[in-house]
């Protein structure tokens, strides 16, 4: 059955492209993620994506002409695309194409096809939907694979066999796990299986794709479905086996530690309700990265996983390098997290006395906010009058952190008394005296032996420099 889309190309940009393919006489449909997420009501496009019974690059170039104002085409040539900017929106053209694959490359090679053809070497059934931009039947949906089915029923299908399919190109696996994630669809039982058949083949994909795709999953609102997914699928053996090696449960004389690889999932999707930022959703990933390897049984007191954090944020530099994520303020920010990821449960676990909380506060900065959000979202404890207590401990420290910091203003410490201040009073050249005084001061606020001001600090100084034999001006 055919059905009329025309109220799908309300933007004006459709005319001007349908008007510039019939002077040049050649075809033209809109296709892929913008006709997708049109049916499923997903919100405004960033992206939309034309095919041309011809040249794509001809078309870009003669809608960009056609368009008020002058605009600029960038031509892609190695890959027979060009992209006109249309406000906020990039426009892809592209000529249909047929493509045929050789093994140790996701780079096929391309000849010109039909409209058909062109459905055919889409990922999904899903991706494949058009939609005519062409005066006879301007609007019309163009679905060769039962995309529409697909999309009621929720299912990732590939339009051909799917392990042709992924092995063509074997990022396709990582996009039906990430859309699987972003629509909160299931991927037809044939492609899971094909998916695992063909998991090794994830080797010939470069790192930086794989990144992308794992961002749009850990942006999801449950990265947990794509996780799992990849993990069942095998996948993520190969991607961050740190994080496979967490998963288990050992027992050894009847006390046994929970499993930390689910647990990790559970704390990605506890955070996603709580945060946007996708490094703190990295850091909720993290965190217990360090367990499997620092695990041990100590007859006394069981399980014990001492030093994870710090092995852990030693892990992230690794996995960032790895994986090619940056390896900027962004890592760094993910290593204080998950070294610091156990603070606030010590804290909350005894009496919560305000050095503690001036410590915690000193070390985590401006991201001490961040710090208890992922300690929130580390709760999943099943039983309820636990996870309430644990949820109260936290509110608690988060009331002192603010207490505290609205007296002390710890939060970003500039000494109260200079260097340059230490050196001058007791006439010294830069030397270890300088260090262990300025320490000293420190210290002496973050314990509350004086407050934090200069009045205080000067004369704390002056006491300290005493008992270090030495003599001020
Ligand atoms: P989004 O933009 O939300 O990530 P999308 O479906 O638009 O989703 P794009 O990467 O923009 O994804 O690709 C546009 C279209 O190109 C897809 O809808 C699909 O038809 C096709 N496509 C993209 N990547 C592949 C691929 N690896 N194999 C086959 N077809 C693909
Ligand atoms: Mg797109």
Not at 30 to 54: E, H, M, N, S, W
Not at 223 to 229: A, E, W
Not at 248 to 261: L, P, R, Y
Request: proline residues 4%.
């Amino acid at each position: 059955m055919q059905t009329n889309h025309i109220e799908a190309l309300k933007n004006p940009i459709f005319d001007i492209i349908s008007k510039a393919a019939q002077e040049l006489s050649v075809d033209a449909y809109v296709i892929g993620g913008f006709v997708r997420d049109y049916l499923l009501q997903r919100g405004t496009p960033k992206d939309i994506d034309i095919v041309a019974i011809g040249s794509g690059i001809e078309l870009a170039k003669k809608v960009a002409k056609n368009l008020p104002g002058s605009s600029e085409v960038s031509v892609f040539k190695n890959f027979g695309t060009a992209m006109v900017r249309y406000h906020e929106i990039e426009i892809e053209f592209v000529g249909a194409r047929k493509e045929s694959y050789h093994r140790d490359s996701r780079k096929p090679v391309v000849e010109n096809g039909s409209l058909d053809d062109d459905q055919k070497r889409r990922d999904f059934t899903i991706n494949a939907l058009a939609i005519s931009l062409n005066k006879n039947d301007y609007g019309t949906l163009l679905d060769p694979f039962d995309g529409l089915s697909d999309l009621s029923k929720q299912i990732i299908r590939t339009p051909l066999e799917p392990g042709i399919t992924y092995s063509d190109d074997p990022l396709r696996m990582m996009r039906a796990i990430r859309f699987a994630t972003q629509l909160n669809f299931i991927i037809h039982p044939s492609s899971l299986q094909a998916i695992a058949d063909n998991k090794d083949r994830i080797k010939i994909i470069s790192n930086e794709r794989i990144v992308d795709e794992l961002n749009k999953i850990l942006s999801s609102p449950k990265p947990s479905v794509g996780f799992s997914l990849l993990h069942t699928t095998g996948l993520l053996s190969y991607i961050m086996p740190e994080l496979v090696a967490l998963e288990g449960i050992e027992e050894i004389e009847g006390q046994s530690h929970k499993d930390n690889f689910w647990h990790t999932l559970e704390v990605v999707d506890n955070i996603a309700e709580n945060t946007d930022n996708l490094w703190l959703r990295w850091a909720a990933l993290l965190h217990d990265i360090g367990k499997a390897p620092t695990k041990r049984f100590d007859k006394k007191v069981g399980w014990t996983f001492h030093g994870h954090e710090f092995l852990g944020a030693k892990m992230v530099y690794k996995l960032f390098k790895r994986l090619r994520l940056p390896l900027n303020d962004k890592m760094k920010f993910v290593q204080k997290m998950v070294l610091m990821s156990s603070r606030p449960i010590v804290l909350s676990q005894k009496y919560i006395t305000d050095s503690a909380v001036r410590r915690l506060v000193f070390d985590a900065g401006d991201h001490v906010e961040d710090l208890m959000t992922l300690c929130e979202a580390d709760i999943t404890t099943k039983n309820p009058k636990r996870q309430k207590k644990y949820k109260n401990n936290f509110l608690i420290v988060r009331q002192k952190i603010e207490e505290v910091e609205e007296r002390d203003h710890v939060r970003n410490f500039q000494p109260p008394v200079s260097g340059e201040e230490i050196m001058s009073t007791f006439n010294l050249k830069p030397s270890k005296e300088i260090g262990i005084i300025k320490d000293a001061i420190k210290e002496a606020i973050l314990e509350g032996d004086i407050p934090n001001e200069y009045e205080a600090a000067h004369l704390f100084m002056l006491q300290k420099g005493k008992e270090l034999g030495l003599s001020s001006k």
